[in-house]
């Protein structure tokens, strides 16, 4: 399975499962919105731990070249 298919793959399961907790709702009441949905953080951090990125800023460095 090529990168892509993998990261849209986590993302897929990653959001389904965060629909069905959160059944929909909101969960930050306050701030600014945020550039990037729950699902789309989660799933950041778990396909950098897969790959070997086992630091939030070697994740966000990865995430950030690509």
Request: hydrophobic share 20%.
């Given at each position: 399975m090529d990168i892509e298919c993998k990261l849209i793959e986590i993302y897929m399961k990653i959001d389904k499962a965060?629909?069905?907790v959160t059944a929909g709702s909101r969960i930050r009441q306050r701030g600014p919105d945020a550039n990037l949905t729950d699902?789309?953080?989660i799933t950041i951090e778990i396909f950098g731990e897969?790959?070997?990125?086992?630091?939030?800023?070697g994740i966000w460095r990865y995430a950030r070249y690509h």
């Open positions: 965060y629909q069905d699902a789309e953080v897969s790959d070997g990125h086992h630091t939030d800023i």
